[in-house]
């Protein structure tokens, strides 16, 4: 059974940073492109980031290119987002998901049909 669990979540003001992570079990992690989606209230869950399977490629919304940062380690299953100068429009509840296939690049992973498991979530507030 797959599991993503995220974690790093919290309350920050704008203009700082939090760093999110997901641990990933029960899936031959190496093989699988990740990303980070998020969802607002009241808003359809969005891709933040995407990361190919390999860690080369990378993929980034407008709306977080040159302040968020997507990695990926393969010895320890993990895929963090790095968020930088973080503004209150960041706010919402934040999603790892691993890809429907494997061997794919970020490119090719810019939808939710392109994910089949999610994390449960965690919440990220920035107050002004």
């Known amino acids: 059974q797959v599991q993503l669990v995220e974690s790093g979540g919290g309350l920050v003001q704008a203009g700082g940073s939090l760093r999110l992570s997901c641990a990933a079990s029960g899936l031959t992690f190496r093989i699988y492109g990740m990303g980070w989606f998020r969802q607002a209230p009241g808003k359809e869950r969005e891709l933040v980031a995407a990361?190919?399977?390999?860690?080369?490629?990378?993929y980034y919304a407008d709306s977080v290119k040159g302040r968020f940062t997507i990695s990926r380690d393969n010895a320890k299953n993990t895929v963090d987002l790095q968020m930088n100068s973080l503004k209150p429009e960041d706010t919402a509840v934040y999603y790892c998901a691993a890809a429907r296939s494997p061997v794919r690049p970020a490119a090719a992973m810019t939808t939710r049909l392109d994910y089949e498991h999610w994390g449960q979530g965690t919440q990220v507030t920035v107050s002004s």
């Open positions: 990361i190919g399977w390999s860690g080369v490629s990378t």
